[in-house]
């Protein structure tokens, strides 16, 4: 894999050595397997986990040209809760989709649901839960630490927010049949109206070749 090595260049020259850890666990249950594609229209979005004001070291930043002073942290106990949290969620059979919030954050993960699945999504800023933010594009390309986007049946809403009772999450949305990703904004304006495919073309370039 390469994991073990001192290489680790990146675009600006070699680095200095750091330790990468590769973790691996055990699946009893190859049915409960969770893949990040959405499933069918109408089926609600949810996401799981807090968003913060870190955009530091972000995607976003790297394009916009800046650094950041505000990097992700790991609120380790809240992690924790998060993880068990969703794992029994997925155990019960209450989700569809899954995909974790990295690099670039909320557009990017919703993005590549909806690729995935070839359905589109329709979102809501205003439901995601905050602290401090006040931007829009915040919001959607911050990469705060365990973070989920969850596709969840409109039978199982309920069960599902019952395990999630005592974390951060909410209803941002819902997976539509029309291939068209639109987003309102933190004042209920749209931010981003635009098709499947041409999301797409772009996501295949580099950012460099799009900006």
């Not at 070699?14 to 055990?26: F, M, S, Y």
């Not at 950041?68 to 809240?78: A, D, S």
């Not at 006040?134 to 019952?162: G, P, T, W």
Request: aromatic share 8%.
């Amino acid at each position: 894999s390469g994991k073990d090595s001192l290489y680790n260049e990146s675009p600006l020259g070699p680095v200095t050595p750091t330790l990468l850890i590769t973790a691996i666990g055990v699946v009893p249950d190859v049915r409960l397997i969770v893949s990040m594609d959405v499933k069918e229209p109408r089926d609600a979005v949810y996401i799981v986990g807090k968003t913060f004001n870190e955009l530091g070291g972000s995607e976003y930043y790297k394009m916009r040209g800046f650094l950041g002073r505000n990097v992700p942290k790991v609120r380790k106990e809240q992690a924790r809760k998060t993880f068990r949290a969703l794992t029994k969620a997925v155990d019960l059979g209450l989700v569809k989709a899954c995909h974790d919030l990295s690099e670039g954050g909320l557009a990017t993960a919703a993005a590549e649901m909806a690729f995935a699945g070839g359905y589109g999504l329709e979102l809501y800023l205003q439901k995601v839960p905050t602290e401090n933010l006040r931007r829009d594009d915040f919001v959607l390309f911050s990469e705060s630490n365990s973070r989920f986007l969850v596709e969840v049946s409109q039978k199982a809403k309920s069960e599902f927010e019952a395990v999630m009772k005592g974390i951060a999450f909410a209803e941002i949305g819902s997976v539509t049949k029309s291939p068209r990703f639109c987003v309102y904004g933190l004042r209920g304006n749209v931010v981003v109206d635009a098709s499947l495919n041409d999301l797409l073309a772009r996501w295949k370039h580099t950012l460099s070749r799009e900006v």
